[in-house]
């Protein structure tokens, strides 16, 4: 069965340094891959979309990249805020479905 | 800046009851996305509609659940006969395009049910 898998539960990463946060899929074809920012009993919040043909993507601090023969994302939030502590969401599209991962939670320490 | 918006915000409800979670999707938005999310786990997606007809559903949206647009701007989720295992956090999204082909979904503040 299809499954997506983000690499920890919970990331503890220190004020200014680089977040880098894992999402690995199998038995899944996507042909996105989006990630989202959910805050404690919000929705979630786009942030990046990737294509199946494209190997990197850019936004202000955040970069994704998507390797679609590892069958993995990596998402990196570069000069890290504490206000970026949330959980962050990977989720794949294909047809009109989008199937998410359980999420990491990032705390930035101050 | 446009929003989704659901109400209600909370509903407490008996098992074997019947629930309506209502929504609001932007209003340019064609595409509409149920979702739900029992507590500590993951989003789970439960059914898209398009044109006024689902146009796909998980496993978990099995025959006590049902979606309709009854006019131009609410678009609803039913649960017909409420078990403890439905209680979860209840998210409705929108989109200009299907959410397959990339477009961005905008998700609502949810509904958090809970089935006593």
């Known amino acids: 069965s299809q499954k997506i898998e983000q690499n920890s539960e919970a990331l503890n990463i220190q004020e200014g340094k680089t977040a880098t946060l894992t999402c690995n899929y199998t038995n899944y074809s996507p042909a996105y891959l989006q990630w989202y920012r959910q805050d404690p009993g919000r929705g979630p919040v786009f942030l990046l979309l990737?294509?199946?043909?494209?190997k990197e993507k850019r936004k202000e601090r955040l970069k994704v990249t998507f390797d679609t023969t590892l069958k993995q994302s990596l998402f990196h939030i570069t000069a890290s805020q504490p206000a970026d502590s949330a959980t962050y969401l990977c989720?794949?599209?294909?047809?009109?479905?989008?199937?998410f991962g359980k999420g990491t939670r990032l705390h930035i320490l101050p | 800046e446009p929003e989704v918006t659901q109400t209600p915000s909370h509903q407490v409800t008996q098992m074997g009851q019947e629930v309506i979670l209502r929504c609001v999707p932007i209003s340019n938005h064609l595409y509409f996305y149920w979702y739900r999310q029992i507590l500590g786990q993951k989003v789970e997606f439960l059914v898209s509609f398009y044109n006024n007809e689902i146009s796909e559903k998980s496993e978990i949206f099995d025959d006590q659940f049902s979606v309709e647009r009854p006019d131009g701007s609410n678009f609803t989720l039913k649960i017909r006969s409420t078990k403890l295992e439905d209680s979860a956090m209840y998210f409705c999204a929108s989109s200009v395009l299907a959410g397959g082909l990339g477009e961005t979904q905008y998700f609502g503040p949810g509904t958090r049910l809970l089935v006593l």
């Open positions: 990737i294509r199946e043909n494209e």
């Open positions: 989720a794949l599209a294909r047809d009109d479905k989008i199937i």
